[in-house]
């Protein structure tokens, strides 16, 4: 089924990611930054992960509760499970968010973080980037061990979501999905080429990403 055009191939693969390491999750699930309307296709999960609490700046978002990702109204060790799905690039202070996930968590518990490297700019407050050697510091430092870290794509997959967001916002709706019908199969030979073994090994073209997703371990 052809995916919306409002729904990039970043947040595709994003979903995928979550959908592989959901079975992590379990207990009380911190949602940071979390909104009440997902903007993916990823539902959370139930059975090991019991309630699903979001924490969002934004009553607008309608949170679970109103507060700071910097400043989480949570006890030391409180919860076996926090999420924080691109949130980073939007806050002044990272590490002190990622600080307040690895205080919140249980010892073992279990994060899933996603940050975007190569992606456009969304908002007037959307402030950082992030490599994976800076997610990794910022991680350890928190006292939480990396499990995993993927990059979201390489080279042809960050080249196909640039010309898929910008298909998207081209005013008229008809030229729009004209368009978007013409450069489909060019979308998907780049999709194609990024799960060639020969990109993988390609230091330049695999040091390209949309972004990261991380399984986190509280020590």
Same mark, same amino acid.
Not at 95 to 104: D, K, P, Y
Not at 160 to 176: G, M, S, T, W, Y
């Given at each position: 089924?052809?995916?919306?055009?409002?729904? +990039?191939?970043?947040?595709?693969?994003?979903?995928?990611?979550?959908?592989?390491?959901?079975? %992590?999750? @379990? !207990?009380?699930?911190?949602?940071?930054?979390?909104?009440?309307? *997902?903007?993916?296709?990823?539902?959370?999960?139930?059975? =090991?992960?019991?309630?699903?609490? @979001?924490?969002?700046?934004?009553?607008?978002?309608?949170?679970?509760?109103?507060?700071?990702?910097?400043?989480?109204?949570?006890?030391?060790?409180?919860?076996? +499970?926090?999420?924080?799905?691109?949130?980073?690039?939007?806050?002044?202070?990272?590490?002190?968010?990622?600080?307040?996930?690895?205080?919140?968590?249980? *010892?073992?518990?279990?994060?899933?973080? +996603?940050?975007?490297?190569?992606?456009?700019?969304?908002?007037?407050?959307?402030?950082?980037?992030?490599?994976?050697?800076? #997610?990794?510091?910022?991680?350890?430092?928190?006292? #939480?061990?990396?499990?995993?870290? %993927?990059?979201?794509?390489?080279?042809?997959?960050?080249?196909?979501?640039?010309? &898929?967001?910008?298909?998207?916002?081209?005013?008229?709706?008809?030229?729009?999905?004209?368009?978007?019908?013409?450069?489909? =199969?060019?979308?998907?030979?780049?999709? !194609? #080429?990024? &799960?060639?073994?020969?990109? @993988?090994?390609?230091?330049?073209?695999? +040091?390209?990403?949309?972004?990261?997703?991380?399984?986190?371990?509280?020590?």
């Amino acid at each position: 089924m052809p995916l919306p055009l409002a729904y +990039s191939y970043r947040r595709a693969l994003l979903d995928e990611a979550l959908g592989e390491s959901a079975a %992590s999750l @379990r !207990g009380v699930v911190l949602d940071v930054g979390g909104k009440r309307v *997902p903007r993916g296709r990823f539902v959370p999960p139930a059975g =090991p992960a019991q309630r699903w609490v @979001r924490v969002n700046l934004d009553p607008a978002e309608q949170p679970d509760v109103v507060a700071d990702a910097g400043a989480l109204p949570v006890h030391d060790k409180a919860v076996e +499970s926090v999420v924080c799905l691109e949130v980073l690039q939007y806050v002044k202070r990272p590490e002190a968010v990622m600080a307040e996930i690895a205080r919140v968590l249980l *010892p073992a518990g279990t994060a899933l973080i +996603s940050a975007p490297f190569l992606h456009r700019t969304d908002t007037p407050t959307d402030r950082h980037r992030f490599t994976e050697v800076r #997610l990794r510091e910022m991680i350890e430092e928190a006292g #939480l061990r990396v499990v995993q870290i %993927s990059a979201q794509g390489f080279f042809f997959t960050t080249l196909a979501n640039i010309v &898929r967001q910008a298909i998207a916002r081209i005013p008229p709706l008809a030229l729009r999905y004209a368009v978007a019908a013409v450069v489909a =199969p060019l979308s998907r030979l780049l999709l !194609g #080429l990024d &799960r060639l073994a020969a990109v @993988r090994r390609s230091a330049f073209l695999s +040091s390209f990403t949309t972004g990261f997703f991380i399984v986190a371990r509280k020590l």
